[in-house]
C-alpha cells in the first residue's frame, strides 16, 4: 500500500499564493506518476495536476491551468503543487496520490491510495 504525508496547507486570502508538499512513503517519486487531487465539502475527489516521476511530463486541470505548477525533488523524495493567483473555488483538502501508469493516473485521474490530505483554504 503506497503512503503520502501532505503538508504545507493553510488559510490564504484571494489572489494569495501557497505551496504544499507530498513525501512518499516507501518508494522513490522518480519511479511513479505522482498526483495532486482535491476534495471539497460535499464532492468527490478532482484531479488537480500530475507528473511522471521519470521524464517529468506535467499535466493539470483546466481549473488551475497557468495558476498551479507541480513538481519534484527526486534529492528530497518531495512532490511539490505551487499554486498562485488562489480562489476560493480553490478551497479543498488537496491529497497525494501514485500510480505506476501515468496514463491511469494522470489521464483517467484515478487512483487508489491516498494520503490524510491537507487543507487548503482561501477566504478574505
Known amino acids: 500500500q503506497l503512503q503520502f504525508v501532505e503538508s504545507g496547507g493553510g488559510l490564504v486570502q484571494p489572489g494569495g499564493s501557497l505551496r504544499i508538499s507530498c513525501v512518499p512513503s516507501?518508494?522513490?517519486?522518480?519511479?511513479?506518476?505522482i498526483a495532486w487531487f482535491r476534495q471539497a465539502p460535499g464532492k468527490e475527489h478532482e484531479g488537480v495536476s500530475c507528473i511522471n516521476g521519470g521524464d517529468r511530463a506535467t499535466y493539470y486541470a483546466d481549473s488551475v491551468k497557468g495558476r498551479f505548477t507541480i513538481s519534484t525533488d527526486n534529492s528530497k523524495n518531495t512532490v511539490y503543487l505551487q499554486m498562485n493567483d488562489l480562489k476560493p473555488e480553490d478551497t479543498a483538502t488537496y491529497y497525494c496520490?501514485?500510480?505506476?501508469?501515468?496514463?491511469?493516473?494522470?489521464?483517467?485521474?484515478?487512483?487508489?491510495?491516498w494520503g490524510r490530505g491537507t487543507l487548503v483554504a482561501v477566504s478574505s
Open positions: 496520490a501514485a500510480d505506476l501508469g501515468v496514463y491511469r493516473l494522470c489521464i483517467l485521474w484515478r487512483a487508489d491510495y
Open positions: 516507501g518508494f522513490n517519486v522518480e519511479n511513479y506518476a
